[in-house]
C-alpha cells in the first residue's frame, strides 16, 4: 500500500504517538519542543528528534508558527506523520524549507500504515518510503501539475508582480496540490492570525515578506496581538519581549493591514451568508462558517498573509457545499436552569466527541449571541473541524450527511467536563475575561454582576472598537470604578507577565479556550465558571469547587 510524501525529506528518529491530535499552538513550547497541554496524552513529552505519528493536529491556527520556529531553532521532529488531512503543521514546514531550507518531512497515511508505524520503535523515512524494522511503507508524492491556475494567477507565480507575489503564490498552489485543490478561488476578505509572537519564527517570516515589498489586494483585518500597542512600555512590558512583539504587529500594517488587532472580527463588520472570505485564527473561522454562514477554510498562520497578498484560496474543505453537512449527530440533555458556563462546556464537549469531523447539534435552545462565540471558540479547543451546526440556530442546521452517525451528551458529562476544566483550587488571584475578545455587551453584563470593588486583579481583553463603545456608554467607567482593568489589542492567549500578574497561582475564567489552554501558556492553575461565577471570585478572591445548581 502506497501513503503520500506531502513534503519530502529523510529523516530517522524514535517513533512518538499518540491517538489524538494536538494543537501545536497553547500544546508545544516552542523553546523547549516539550507538550505542554496538560489535557494531552502526550503532555512533558519532547518531540525534538521524532518521528511524531498522530492523527492530525487540532485547535489554534498560529501552530504553524511554532512548527516553523521549532524548526529554525533545530528543536523540532525529525518528521511530521498523520492519518487525517492536516494544513496546520505541514504549512510550517512548507515555510521552512522553501523560504529558509530547514527541510521538515510531512507524511500522510493510511489509518492502517498509520497505526502499524504507531507501534514501531524507530523509523527511517527516504524520498520513496518509510523504514520500520522489517516492514516498509512505499512513498508517492502528490501531482502539482492536477492544480489549474488562472493567467492572473500564473503572472503572479511568474514574478510579473513582484517578488512577493510570486512567493505567496508558490506557497499557496503547494499547499493546494497537497489539499487535492483543482483551483483556487477569489476571497472578497482576509483576517491574519499570524500577528501573534507565538515565536521569533512570527517576526522572520512578516519582516521577510514586508522587506520583499508584499503588499495585501483585499481588505485584511489583523487579529489580537501580543502587546497594548500603545501602552505596553507603560505597562512595564520588557523590550525584549514587547518590542518584537510590536514590530510583528507594524510589518503586518506596513504590508497593508488593518490594525483591528481582535480575534473576534465578526463583532464589526461580519461577511455576508455564502460570503468566500480567507480567514485564520481558529474560533473565527468557526464562527464565520456556523453562526454567520461565510465560506472560509481553517487556514493556518502565514497562508492567511499569501491569501491576502494574492486575494485567492485553494478551493477545498468547506469552501465546497459537499463538505458543509455534519457527519456526526450530538444529541444534547441540556439541564434544566443552565447558564452561560453551559454553552464553552457544551462546544469543549461537542469538539470530544467530534475531533475530525463537523457535528450537528441537537436538543439546545436559547443561546445568545455571546453563547454562540462561547461555544464556537471552546469546540476549536478540541476538535479540527473548521464549523458545526446547531439545530434551529445556526443557518445551515439542515445540512446532514446521509452517512451521519449519532453521540450524546448527558448531563453528566457536562459535569465531568465541569471537573477537567475546574482543577484549581479554591482561592484564585486573577479573573480573566475576553477570550475570544469581549463583547460590549458582555462587559455591560460583568458590570452590572458588579456590586462593589473587586478584591483581587480582574482584566478583560477586547478590541478597541468595543472599547469605544462602553466608554462611550459609561461602561468602561463603572467597570474601572470597580477596578477592573481593561486592556485592548491582545487577548488571553497572547498575554504575558507583568501584565500577567506575576504573583498569580490560579486564575478563573469563562472562556473554555482559555480554561483549556491556560494551564499549559501560563503555567498556572485553572477555574472556570459562567460570568456570575467570575464577579463572585472577583469580589471575594474564591471560587467554590462545587459543581453549579444546575449540574448538581
Not at 508584499?214 to 525584549?240: C, F, H, K, L, M
Not at 497593508?256 to 472580527?265: K, Q, V, W
Not at 476544566?421 to 458582555?442: C, K, M, Q, R, Y
Request: with cysteine; charged share 20%.
Amino acid at each position: 500500500m502506497t501513503a503520500t510524501l506531502v513534503l519530502p525529506g529523510s529523516a530517522q528518529g524514535p517513533v512518538l504517538a499518540a491517538d489524538e491530535p494536538l494543537s501545536f499552538w497553547g500544546g508545544v513550547d516552542p523553546a523547549t519542543g516539550t507538550v505542554i497541554d496538560v489535557h494531552h496524552p502526550l503532555a512533558g513529552q519532547c518531540l525534538t528528534g521524532a518521528v511524531l505519528v498522530l492523527p492530525g493536529t487540532r485547535g489554534s491556527c498560529s501552530g504553524s508558527g511554532v512548527v516553523l520556529d521549532l524548526a529554525l531553532s533545530g528543536r523540532a521532529p525529525a518528521a511530521l506523520v498523520f492519518s487525517d488531512p492536516e494544513d496546520v503543521a505541514t504549512l510550517g514546514a512548507l515555510i521552512a524549507g522553501r523560504m529558509f531550507g530547514r527541510t521538515l518531512p510531512v507524511i500522510r497515511l493510511s489509518a492502517a500504515d498509520h497505526a502499524r508505524l504507531a507501534r514501531a520503535a524507530h523509523a527511517r523515512i527516504t524520498p520513496d518510503r518509510i523504514e520500520t524494522g522489517g516492514a516498509t511503507i512505499p512513498l508517492t508524492a502528490p501531482d502539482p501539475a492536477a492544480l489549474e491556475l488562472t493567467e492572473t494567477e500564473r503572472a503572479m507565480l511568474d514574478g510579473r508582480n513582484g517578488e512577493a507575489a510570486a512567493l505567496a503564490m508558490d506557497i499557496l498552489a503547494a499547499m493546494a496540490a497537497q489539499q487535492g485543490a483543482r483551483r483556487l478561488i477569489p476571497v472578497t476578505r482576509a483576517h491574519i492570525d499570524g500577528c501573534i509572537y507565538a515565536s521569533p519564527a512570527n517576526l522572520t517570516f512578516a519582516r521577510r515578506m514586508a522587506d520583499l515589498g508584499a503588499q495585501v489586494r483585499v481588505p485584511t483585518t489583523t487579529n489580537a496581538i501580543s502587546v497594548d500597542r500603545e501602552s505596553w512600555r507603560a505597562q512595564g512590558v520588557p523590550p525584549s519581549f514587547g518590542g518584537p512583539a510590536q514590530r510583528l504587529a507594524d510589518a503586518y500594517v506596513e504590508m497593508g493591514c488593518r490594525p483591528s488587532f481582535t480575534c473576534a472580527p465578526y463583532q464589526h463588520d461580519p461577511p455576508a451568508r455564502g460570503e468566500v472570505i480567507g480567514w485564520s485564527e481558529s474560533n473565527a473561522v468557526i464562527h464565520a462558517n456556523s453562526v454567520l454562514g461565510a465560506r472560509t477554510a481553517k487556514h493556518p498562520d502565514f497562508l492567511d498573509l499569501c491569501i491576502a497578498v494574492t486575494g485567492r484560496a485553494p478551493e477545498t474543505g468547506v469552501y465546497l457545499d459537499e463538505n458543509r453537512a455534519a457527519r456526526r449527530i450530538i444529541d444534547v440533555s441540556q439541564p434544566p436552569g443552565a447558564d452561560d458556563a453551559f454553552w464553552p462546556l457544551l462546544g469543549w464537549l461537542a469538539g470530544e466527541r467530534a475531533p475530525d469531523r463537523i457535528p450537528l447539534i441537537r436538543g439546545v435552545a436559547g443561546a445568545s449571541a455571546d453563547d454562540l462565540r462561547a461555544l464556537c471558540a471552546a469546540f476549536g479547543t478540541t476538535s479540527a473541524a473548521p464549523m458545526l451546526h446547531v439545530d434551529g440556530v445556526t443557518p445551515e442546521a439542515h445540512q446532514v450527511a446521509p452517512d451521519a452517525d449519532r453521540m450524546g451528551i448527558t448531563a453528566a458529562d457536562l459535569a465531568a467536563a465541569w471537573r477537567t476544566l475546574n482543577d484549581g483550587p479554591e482561592a484564585v488571584e486573577l479573573v480573566a475575561i475576553g477570550s475570544p475578545h469581549a463583547s460590549a455587551a458582555e462587559c455591560r453584563a460583568l458590570a452590572g454582576l458588579l456590586d462593589g470593588p473587586v478584591a483581587i486583579a480582574t482584566i478583560v481583553t477586547l478590541s478597541r472598537r468595543e472599547l469605544d463603545a462602553i466608554r462611550r456608554d459609561g461602561t468602561a467607567a463603572r467597570l474601572e470604578a470597580a477596578g477592573v482593568q481593561l486592556i485592548p489589542d491582545l487577548c488571553w492567549c497572547s498575554i504575558s507577565e507583568p501584565v500577567f500578574p506575576p504573583a498569580t497561582r490560579t486564575v478563573m475564567t469563562n472562556s473554555g479556550k482559555y480554561a483549556h489552554y491556560g494551564p499549559g501558556l501560563s503555567g498556572r492553575a485553572l477555574r472556570f465558571g459562567s460570568l456570575a461565577d467570575c464577579a463572585r471570585a472577583a469580589r471575594s478572591g474564591r471560587a467554590p469547587r462545587t459543581l453549579p445548581d444546575w449540574l448538581g
